[in-house]
């Protein structure tokens, strides 16, 4: 069993910055591919960003979040990164990380590719 665990949500005004973090139990978080998705009340749920296993060389984000988000990994540590800069109201949503670990990663952008998801941490686009 793989769990997973966000942190760092908050509210921030608009043009700030966040990091999130998601610490990923197991010896093998290097093995699996991870991603984030987001979902605003009301809203399906969003892909934002994601990242390959190992050493992250391949790293991927909708049109909505590129050159402001950058997904990132800390395999000595069993860490995803999210660092969210020039943030928007409409960035405001439930964030959480998702883990693929069956080793069949074809479509990164999609939900169903992740088996482990955590519980969310709460970002909050105001003045």
């Known amino acids: 069993q793989v769990q997973l665990i966000e942190s760092g949500g908050g509210l921030v005004q608009p043009g700030g910055s966040l990091r999130l973090s998601c610490a990923v139990s197991?010896?093998?978080?290097?093995?699996?591919?991870m991603a984030w998705f987001r979902q605003a009340p009301g809203e399906e749920r969003e892909f934002v960003a994601a990242?390959?296993?190992?050493?992250?060389?391949?790293?991927y984000y909708p049109d909505s979040v590129r050159g402001r988000f950058a997904i990132s990994r800390d395999n000595t540590k069993n860490t995803l990164i999210l660092e969210m800069s020039r943030l928007k109201s409409e960035d405001t949503a439930a964030y959480y990380c998702?883990?693929?670990?069956?080793?069949?990663?074809?479509?990164?952008?999609?939900?169903?590719?992740?088996?482990?998801w955590g519980q969310g941490t709460q970002v909050t686009v105001s003045s």
């Open positions: 990242i390959s296993w190992r050493a992250g060389s391949s790293t």
């Open positions: 197991g010896n093998t978080f290097s093995d699996y591919a």
């Open positions: 998702a883990a693929n670990t069956r080793g069949v990663w074809l479509h990164p952008t999609r939900a169903t590719e992740y088996d482990y």
